[in-house]
């Protein structure tokens, strides 16, 4: 065992070295910029978009005659400069229990409440997720001011308490959280799919592919170029969350912090990605390995991207159809099955808070990338090697 | 363990091994018996089964049937870090320096790379290649690149050396280089097999040898054994065209110009001179010579395949 694993050891460090000393990692190091910017570019526009027809609403707890005083001065505004800009209120008669009514509003998705007034012209309170809106605070004391027909210059006090997540949206929220998750990891197996098929293509077109088939069994050579990859992918997976991080914190007020907690928290969260990342691309990454081990030219590895292609797709909708329904057939058939159960299982951690099932699904994992390194490396002898007698494909893993 | 032969240790020994590619038989039955701290040459033809035979003897292919042994393993991945092979195909990656292609080689056979290193830096000085150790492999000509993987095959001190076809694309400078090398392994006591269709390597170079044509073994024994399979030739020059004499002359003779070339008689050189000088032949010159292994194996190979397609051997 210490020889399989030192063998691999030597293809690993060389594989790693010659991929990351490479100038052409920096360009890796740059993929994800191209996507980032063109998302950030269309995201923005459809951000303004969106600022400009979607106001959001707030609900406001108070007395008809109050309410109407709102109305009557959010119209008056609304003359002036627009409907569209300015924020939509509806008002609600005040009940016994107001923190009852107002997490009640708070879950509300009709209307969509994004904040809940009280307190009536008087003593003026938001409660709601406003944080990065302060535009929307401005206006509603805008228009408490012009309510309550004092001085302009004589702006009410309107202390604003900041909730993040509605209880009515977290479940949404976690699904979102869940999909992006779900949808990182299939874009970066994807991206990496392509390099991976490729590896045996340099040792067979220069030959040394005979001079290390003679010195170590052949899979721990395949090992040792998986985990190479691996750990290329995971520096580069390191160098992109942080400057995703980084990048949020510039630009979205609050940063990092104003997204949504998924259900085991950020730590067991970000810890989980990295393990089913790993995972996921070692299941994949051995499954590519073998298959491009079949070919002999970059011209047969390029023929074979493309079902390859359409196959991760197929994977990758099948581990969507989990999120929301983890524990329905379609969903566990997904966290089984050893292809898509990294992505599904990702999504539930997103979504769901016990920790137990991740300690089975990665054992199931760990198995089925053996698994298919095995059966990949006797394949490999037979067809590319063409070694020992023929044998029934069942056999192969036995052999 | 080292299985015991009639005469001492075997490095490698391989028993009716078999392999198959699909409908066809590369390797049909061959066995061999390499002696610890020998030179064996295995001769053959391009396509006789040599370079299947040694993946097979390597580890890299398992045979169809059949069973090898090295350096005392069944099983010889086992013994891949006493063992070095320089394959026919010779392949480095372009882009590493020569030093840390050879380090790597030797670390691929289990010895540590900083080791590796420092003995790649002594081996490229004393083969002249000490200024070229940070360069590139691809900045290398073609020679130096095979003088690099040669070294990366030695590297970790190997027991066994096993070249395929090791002489092939090199000059005659460098072919004399390598012979030097291959003799100064076996002297410290390194096993050295290596594949090759130039015979003149194998004259020069082994102790023992096996020839191979058409996946078979035709033969395998010492060099000697091999030559002395023929009989000595006799080339005759005579001042008289005829007499008595020509009937000491063979009827298969063959002329070539003034010459008779013929194999010498069974009882020796002494009735025929007997009867040449008793005849007045008048011999201008007669020389007696050895076969060569070319023609040995030239009439060992050749036999041996007309025998397998059930025909006559050539004359």
Redesign the interface.
């Known amino acids: 065992m210490m ?1 399989f694993i ?2 691999a050891f ?1 293809i690993a ?2 594989d790693f070295s ?1 991929t990351v000393l ?1 100038k052409t990692f920096i360009f890796f190091l740059l993929a994800p910029l191209f996507p980032v910017a063109m998302g950030g570019l269309f995201g923005s526009i459809g951000a303004r978009v969106a600022n400009q027809t979607e106001r959001p609403v707030v609900a406001v707890v108070a007395p008809k005659s109050e309410f109407a005083q709102l109305a009557a001065a959010r119209e008056q505004l609304a003359d002036a400069v627009g409907d569209q800009s300015l924020v939509k209120i509806v008002g609600y008669s005040p009940k016994g229990d107001l923190a009852a009514q107002r997490k009640k509003l708070l879950a509300s998705h009709n209307p969509p409440v994004r904040a809940v007034l009280s307190g009536g012209l008087d003593h003026p309170r938001l409660v709601g997720a406003l944080s990065g809106d302060p535009a929307t605070v401005a206006q509603l004391k805008l228009l408490i001011t012009d309510a309550r027909d004092d001085d302009a210059a004589n702006t009410p006090d309107l202390p604003v308490t900041d909730v993040h997540v509605s209880t009515g949206t977290l479940s949404a929220d976690r699904a979102t959280t869940a999909w992006v998750a779900q949808a990182a990891l299939f874009f970066l197996t994807l991206m990496l799919s392509t390099m991976v098929m490729s590896q045996l293509i ?2 067979k077109s ?12 052949i899979d721990a050579m395949f090992v040792g170029k998986l985990f190479a990859m691996l750990a290329a992918s995971v520096l580069a997976l390191v160098v992109w969350i942080c400057a995703g991080a980084l990048l949020l914190q510039m630009v979205k007020h609050g940063g990092v912090q104003t997204l949504p907690v998924p259900a085991v928290g950020w730590p067991g969260f970000l810890a989980l990605a990295i393990i089913y990342f790993a995972m996921n691309y070692l299941l994949f990454g051995a499954a590519f390995l073998v298959i491009g081990a079949q070919a002999s030219t970059a011209r047969e590895v390029q023929t074979m991207s493309l079902p390859v292609t359409f196959a991760q797709m197929l994977i990758f909708a099948f581990a969507a159809t989990a999120i929301n329904g983890m524990d329905s057939p379609p969903g566990l058939a997904a966290a089984a099955f050893p292809l898509s159960s990294p992505m599904t299982m990702l999504a539930r951690a997103a979504e769901r808070s016990e920790w137990w099932p991740h300690f089975a699904a990665i054992v199931w994992q760990a198995l089925w990338v053996a698994l298919i390194l095995r059966v990949g490396s006797q394949l490999f ?1 037979r067809t590319v ?5 023929r044998l029934p494909w069942w056999k192969l893993g036995r052999a | 363990m080292l299985r015991q032969a009639s005469s001492g240790t075997l490095a490698v020994e391989a028993v009716d091994l078999v392999k198959d590619f699909g409908e066809t038989r590369a390797v049909d039955g061959v066995s061999l018996s390499v002696p610890t701290g020998s030179i064996f040459g295995l001769l053959g033809p391009n396509g006789a089964g040599k370079t299947t035979t040694l993946r097979m003897l390597l580890g890299i292919i398992d045979p169809s049937s059949g069973t090898r042994c090295v350096l005392g393993r069944d099983r010889p991945l086992e013994a891949a870090p006493e063992i070095g092979y320089l394959p026919e195909e010779r392949g480095l990656y372009p882009a590493m320096h020569a030093r840390d292609a050879i380090a790597f080689m030797g670390a691929l056979r289990g010895l540590p790379i900083a080791e590796g290193r420092r003995r790649a830096d002594v081996l490229l000085a004393e083969h002249g290649l000490g200024d070229w150790g940070r360069k590139s492999i691809r900045s290398l000509s073609k020679g130096m690149a095979q003088l690099v993987q040669l070294l990366g095959t030695i590297i970790h001190k190997p027991r066994l050396l096993v070249l395929d076809e090791p002489f092939a694309g090199l000059d005659a400078i460098n072919q004399g280089r390598l012979e030097e090398l291959i003799r100064r392994e076996a002297h410290a006591g390194v096993t050295v097999i290596f594949s090759t269709h130039v015979i003149a390597h194998a004259e020069r170079l082994c102790e023992e040898i096996a020839i191979i044509a058409k996946g078979k073994v035709a033969f395998d024994g010492r060099v000697d054994e091999a030559r002395s399979r023929l009989r000595p030739i006799v080339r005759l020059r005579t001042r008289a065209s005829d007499g008595p004499w020509r009937a000491a002359i063979p009827a298969n003779a063959r002329r070539e110009g003034h010459d008779y070339v013929f194999e010498l008689p069974e009882g020796g050189p002494e009735p025929l001179l007997k009867a040449l000088i008793d005849g007045g032949a008048g011999i201008e010159t007669l020389a007696i010579e050895r076969p060569g292994l070319h023609d040995a194996f030239v009439a060992i190979a050749g036999a041996r395949t007309a025998e397998a397609m059930g025909q006559e051997p050539p004359q």
């Open positions: 020889r030192r063998s030597v460090r060389r010659a490479s340099e040792e220069n030959k040394i592919i005979e001079v290390i088939a003679a010195a170590m069994r002898r090697l063409k070694s020992g007698p």
